[in-house]
Protein backbone atom coordinates (compact mmCIF):
# COMPACT_ATOMS: atom_id res chain seq x y z
CA UNK A 1 0.00 0.00 0.00
CA UNK A 2 1.01 3.71 -0.50
CA UNK A 3 -0.14 6.90 1.14
CA UNK A 4 0.57 10.13 0.85
CA UNK A 5 1.06 12.62 3.91
CA UNK A 6 1.73 15.85 4.24
CA UNK A 7 5.20 16.16 6.85
CA UNK A 8 2.77 18.25 9.04
CA UNK A 9 0.45 15.73 9.81
CA UNK A 10 1.57 13.44 13.50
CA UNK A 11 2.90 9.93 11.87
CA UNK A 12 0.64 7.24 12.69
CA UNK A 13 0.98 3.21 13.46
CA UNK A 14 -0.98 2.64 9.67
CA UNK A 15 1.88 5.39 8.08
CA UNK A 16 4.04 2.13 7.60
CA UNK A 17 7.39 3.18 6.40
CA UNK A 18 7.64 6.89 6.42
CA UNK A 19 9.71 8.40 3.76
CA UNK A 20 10.43 12.27 2.75
CA UNK A 21 10.64 12.68 -0.97
CA UNK A 22 10.88 16.21 -0.90
CA UNK A 23 14.74 17.56 -2.13
CA UNK A 24 14.82 19.92 1.03
CA UNK A 25 14.13 18.98 4.43
CA UNK A 26 11.19 21.02 5.46
CA UNK A 27 10.94 23.98 7.14
CA UNK A 28 10.01 23.93 11.17
CA UNK A 29 9.90 20.17 11.03
CA UNK A 30 12.84 18.45 13.30
CA UNK A 31 13.90 14.81 12.60
CA UNK A 32 12.13 13.87 15.86
CA UNK A 33 8.81 15.55 15.10
CA UNK A 34 9.08 13.86 11.49
CA UNK A 35 9.54 10.48 12.03
CA UNK A 36 10.80 9.62 8.49
CA UNK A 37 12.17 6.08 8.35
CA UNK A 38 14.34 7.20 4.93
CA UNK A 39 14.82 10.63 3.32
CA UNK A 40 15.11 9.67 -0.26
CA UNK A 41 15.58 13.43 -1.95
CA UNK A 42 16.22 11.13 -5.41
CA UNK A 43 12.89 10.53 -5.57
CA UNK A 44 11.45 14.28 -5.83
CA UNK A 45 11.51 16.40 -9.41
CA UNK A 46 14.59 18.13 -9.61
CA UNK A 47 14.99 21.48 -8.95
CA UNK A 48 14.28 22.86 -12.16
CA UNK A 49 10.95 21.14 -13.23
CA UNK A 50 10.13 21.59 -9.11
CA UNK A 51 10.60 25.84 -9.62
CA UNK A 52 9.51 25.68 -13.32
CA UNK A 53 6.32 24.07 -11.84
CA UNK A 54 5.41 26.43 -8.65
CA UNK A 55 2.63 24.37 -7.65
CA UNK A 56 0.49 25.89 -11.11
CA UNK A 57 -2.49 23.73 -11.51
CA UNK A 58 -2.70 24.92 -15.03
CA UNK A 59 0.64 23.06 -15.17
CA UNK A 60 -0.08 19.59 -13.95
CA UNK A 61 -0.40 17.79 -16.51
CA UNK A 62 2.93 18.78 -18.19
CA UNK A 63 4.36 18.81 -14.80
CA UNK A 64 3.03 14.90 -14.36
CA UNK A 65 4.98 13.85 -18.02
CA UNK A 66 8.22 15.59 -17.45
CA UNK A 67 8.55 13.73 -13.64
CA UNK A 68 7.44 10.50 -14.90
CA UNK A 69 10.40 10.96 -17.93
CA UNK A 70 12.36 11.91 -14.57
CA UNK A 71 11.34 9.06 -12.53
CA UNK A 72 11.88 6.48 -15.66
CA UNK A 73 15.51 7.27 -15.25
CA UNK A 74 15.42 6.40 -11.49
CA UNK A 75 14.51 2.50 -12.03
CA UNK A 76 16.62 2.14 -8.31
CA UNK A 77 14.58 4.30 -6.39
CA UNK A 78 11.62 3.06 -8.39
CA UNK A 79 12.65 -0.43 -7.45
CA UNK A 80 13.34 0.77 -3.66
CA UNK A 81 10.13 2.04 -3.19
CA UNK A 82 7.74 -0.63 -4.38
CA UNK A 83 9.72 -3.09 -2.54
CA UNK A 84 8.65 -0.91 0.80
CA UNK A 85 5.17 -0.69 -0.11
CA UNK A 86 4.74 -4.70 -1.51
CA UNK A 87 6.97 -5.35 2.36
CA UNK A 88 5.00 -2.97 4.76
CA UNK A 89 3.47 -0.64 3.02
CA UNK A 90 4.83 3.27 2.63
CA UNK A 91 4.07 6.72 3.21
CA UNK A 92 5.40 9.39 0.98
CA UNK A 93 6.16 12.15 3.01
CA UNK A 94 5.95 16.06 1.20
CA UNK A 95 5.55 19.35 2.70
CA UNK A 96 3.69 21.24 -0.08
CA UNK A 97 0.03 22.76 1.18
CA UNK A 98 -1.74 21.19 -2.06
CA UNK A 99 -2.23 17.63 -1.86
CA UNK A 100 -4.01 16.31 -4.29
CA UNK A 101 -1.41 18.39 -7.20
CA UNK A 102 1.94 17.44 -5.17
CA UNK A 103 4.63 15.72 -6.78
CA UNK A 104 4.12 12.80 -3.84
CA UNK A 105 0.87 12.99 -5.55
CA UNK A 106 1.94 12.39 -9.09
CA UNK A 107 4.54 9.93 -7.64
CA UNK A 108 2.37 7.87 -5.81
CA UNK A 109 0.10 7.68 -9.10
CA UNK A 110 3.53 6.70 -10.92
CA UNK A 111 4.46 3.69 -9.00
CA UNK A 112 0.68 2.64 -8.89
CA UNK A 113 1.10 2.51 -12.45
CA UNK A 114 4.26 0.43 -12.88
CA UNK A 115 2.69 -1.71 -10.48
CA UNK A 116 -0.45 -1.84 -12.55
CA UNK A 117 1.81 -2.56 -15.97
CA UNK A 118 4.16 -5.27 -13.57
CA UNK A 119 0.57 -7.30 -12.96
CA UNK A 120 -0.69 -7.15 -16.31
CA UNK A 121 -0.93 -10.20 -18.80
CA UNK A 122 1.58 -9.74 -21.35
CA UNK A 123 0.22 -8.79 -24.44
CA UNK A 124 1.09 -10.11 -27.66
CA UNK A 125 3.44 -8.50 -30.32
CA UNK A 126 0.63 -7.52 -31.93
CA UNK A 127 -0.65 -5.55 -29.00
CA UNK A 128 -3.50 -8.17 -28.68
CA UNK A 129 -3.82 -9.75 -25.19
CA UNK A 130 -3.60 -13.66 -25.39
CA UNK A 131 -6.87 -15.50 -25.83
CA UNK A 132 -7.30 -18.25 -22.93
CA UNK A 133 -8.81 -20.57 -25.04
CA UNK A 134 -6.06 -20.75 -27.36
CA UNK A 135 -3.42 -23.37 -27.27
Given at each position: ?I???????????????????????????S?????????????????????????????W????????????????????????????????L????????????????????????????R?S?????P?????
Amino acid sequence: MIRIKRVYSPAEAEDGFRVLVDRVWPRGVSKKKLQADLWLKDAAPSTALRKWFGHDRAKWEEFQRLYFAELDEKPEVIRQLLDLAEKQGVTLLFAARDTEYSHAAALKTYLVSVTEKAQSPRQSSTGEKPDKGST
